[in-house]
Every structure is written in C-alpha cells, then in structure tokens.
C-alpha cells in the first residue's frame, strides 16, 4: 500500500507530517487523491514527477490536503 513512503521522509518533514503506523494508510489514500491514481507503483511514478516539476507545490498540496483531511486523527 505504501511503497513509497520510504522515499518521502524529506516531503513529509517540509509538511509537517509524522508517519505513525495509525496515520500511513490515510496517507495514502490522500495521495490516491492528489494523483489520480490507485495501486502503488502508478502513484509512485506520479510523485516522482510532480517532485521533480515542483516539489514546493507538492509539499504545499499535501500539507493542504493533510490539514483539511475529514477524520484528523
């Protein structure tokens, strides 16, 4: 589910998000929604390229989407 979590500790750290083994899978399901995509390696390839174009908006996406999330936990 989360195969690329182990590649974001720097995106996470700029969004001011703790990864907790409660929190992992609403992670993920936030990044289903900022890519457009459902299994891991396509969102996986969707990071890495917004990463790459613009990380600072990425990080400001998530950390939107973090903060704006339904269920905070």
Not at 31 to 45: S, V
Not at 46 to 54: G, H, S, V
Request: glycine share 6%; charged share 30%; net charge positive.
């Amino acid at each position: 589910m989360t195969c690329y979590f182990r590649h974001l500790g720097t995106v996470f750290e700029e969004a001011g998000i703790v990864i907790t083994k409660d929190n992992r899978k609403e992670l993920a399901n936030i990044f289903r929604q900022i890519t457009c995509e459902g299994d891991c390696p396509a969102i996986w390839r969707q990071i890495k390229k917004r990463l790459a174009e613009d990380e600072a908006g990425f990080v400001a996406e998530l950390k939107t989407a973090w903060a704006n999330r339904p269920s905070k936990t």
